[in-house]
Every structure is written in structure tokens, then in C-alpha cells.
């Protein structure tokens, strides 16, 4: 695993652009796995920079989303579909026909998993881009999740509810359940790119660096990964340096 220990937010999100953007100009049908939450955000605020001012096109980039809450879809402003939209897709000049992302209001769950697995099967991503739980989770899943895991419905932990909860009124509206790609979806990516900054990540870097490789610390699975870049601020690094 590269690491990249960087100084703050600023600094983290400006590397992650660099390093996603010579995925996107070296391949501009490229494949691109986005998270959301709050890490990725400021990469996402470069990419629409960098499309306004450079011309940097995405008419042909295809993305996969990591997840989605069971229950929301793209009416509800918490739901990640309308994440990706309001930071990213609706900036930038990409199709939204070629962006996925699990169906939160899907009546069959077990049948939206398997769709998206097949589409997963088709759509290998060039790039995937990971935040990481205080719990060293890796999109949602959570401590405990088998590393052979594909799309699956989640029971969130309740302390992942708890992280959430700052974006929504109350916690008692945080959604129980979410759609997740697995970590066997995550580790197929050709290259991962995963970004932690704050305090409260500390632990969890410990966890995905240095740490045993276990399914209770599920981003450790990362080790295994031939092409993994981590960029953390000084504050997230504070247990590994
Ligand atoms: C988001 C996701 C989650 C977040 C993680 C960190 O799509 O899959 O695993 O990356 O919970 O969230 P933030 O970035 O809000 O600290």
C-alpha cells in the first residue's frame, strides 16, 4: 500500500485529484467507483474545478457507486444518489445514464443486489474511491463482514448510525438497513484510492496499515491489494508515523 501523509483536508483532497486524474485522462471511458460521505468531497469539488476551468471532459467516464440507504431514492435528500448529484454529476458533463447506483427503493432486495453484481461483473472499475468508518468500515461494510462478500443488504452498526446521524434531523431517521457493494466488489478494482482525514479516523488507519489483516478491521483487506494508494491528513496518520 502507497501512503501519503498530507497536512490537512485542503492538501488531502487536492493529491486525491491528482491521483484520479490521470485515471481520467489516460482513459476517458474509464470506469470510476465513487463513494460519498463527507471525505470525498473535496476531491469532488476539484473535479468540478478542473472541468470548468480545463475542459476535462466525462461524456464517456461510466461510474459504480459503493452504496445506498434501503428505503431512500433520489426524492429524499439524504439519499446518496442525491449526494452524487448535488456534489458532482449535475457540475460536471457527465451522462447520468451511465452512472449506477444500488436502487435504495428497490421492492426486491435480494434482486437489486443481483443486478448490481452482474453489472459489477461487467463494469470493472479503473479506479475506486473509499472513505473509511471510525470502525474501519469500507462502504458499509461493516466489522465482521466476510472478505468474499459481493452486493448485499446491510444491518448498520450502531455506531456507523451514529457517524451519520450529523446529516440527518434526527438519529432516529437514520436508515437501519443499506444497500453495499462487498469487499470482494471492492477488491476486483484494478486500482483503490481510499482518503481518511480527522482524529477520529486514527484508529482505523492504525487498523487498514499496520494492523492484522482480519474481517473485524474490514479496510485491512486493502493490504492484499496490489494497487492501493492511501492519503490521510496528519491528524488520521497520528497512530502510524
Ligand atoms: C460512503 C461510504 C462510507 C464512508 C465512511 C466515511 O459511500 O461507503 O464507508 O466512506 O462511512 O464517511 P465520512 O467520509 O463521512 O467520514
Redo the contacts with the bound molecule.
Keep these: 500500500m502507497k501512503v501519503i501523509i498530507v497536512k490537512d483536508y485542503e492538501e488531502m483532497s487536492l493529491k486525491a485529484f491528482e491521483v484520479m486524474s490521470e485515471v481520467v485522462k489516460n482513459k476517458p471511458d474509464a470506469v470510476l467507483g465513487l463513494?460519498?460521505?463527507?471525505?470525498p468531497i473535496g476531491l469532488y469539488k476539484n473535479m468540478i474545478k478542473d472541468h470548468k476551468e480545463n475542459g476535462t471532459s466525462y461524456k464517456q467516464i461510466k461510474t459504480v457507486n459503493?452504496?445506498e440507504y434501503a428505503g431512500l431514492d433520489y426524492s429524499s435528500d439524504q439519499s446518496?444518489v442525491y449526494f452524487m448529484r448535488s456534489n458532482l454529476f449535475d457540475h460536471i458533463d457527465i451522462d447520468l445514464a451511465n452512472t449506477n447506483i444500488e436502487n435504495g427503493k428497490a421492492t426486491d432486495r435480494q434482486k437489486e443486489c443481483d443486478r448490481y453484481n452482474a453489472l459489477l461483473e461487467v463494469m470493472q472499475q479503473d479506479i475506486q474511491v473509499?472513505?473509511?468508518?471510525s470502525n474501519g468500515?469500507?462502504?458499509?461494510n461493516e466489522p465482521g463482514t466476510p472478505f468474499g462478500s459481493v452486493t448485499h443488504i446491510v444491518d448498520l452498526a450502531e455506531s456507523?448510525i451514529k457517524?451519520n446521524s450529523r446529516m440527518f434531523a434526527s438519529i432516529d431517521e437514520v436508515p437501519r438497513q443499506a444497500f453495499t457493494m462487498g469487499l470482494k466488489n471492492i477488491m476486483n478494482a484494478k486500482k483503490v484510492l481510499i482518503l481518511a482525514n480527522g482524529a477520529n479516523k486514527a484508529k482505523a488507519v492504525y487498523g487498514l496499515v499496520k494492523g492484522e489483516v482480519t474481517e473485524n478491521l474490514p479496510a485491512s483487506v486493502l493490504q492484499l491489494h496490489p494497487d492501493c494508494v492511501l492519503v490521510c491528513d496528519e491528524a488520521a496518520a497520528s497512530l502510524i508515523k
Design positions: 463513494a460519498t460521505g463527507s471525505t459503493l452504496d446518496y473509499l472513505g473509511i468508518g468500515h469500507i462502504a458499509f456507523t457517524d
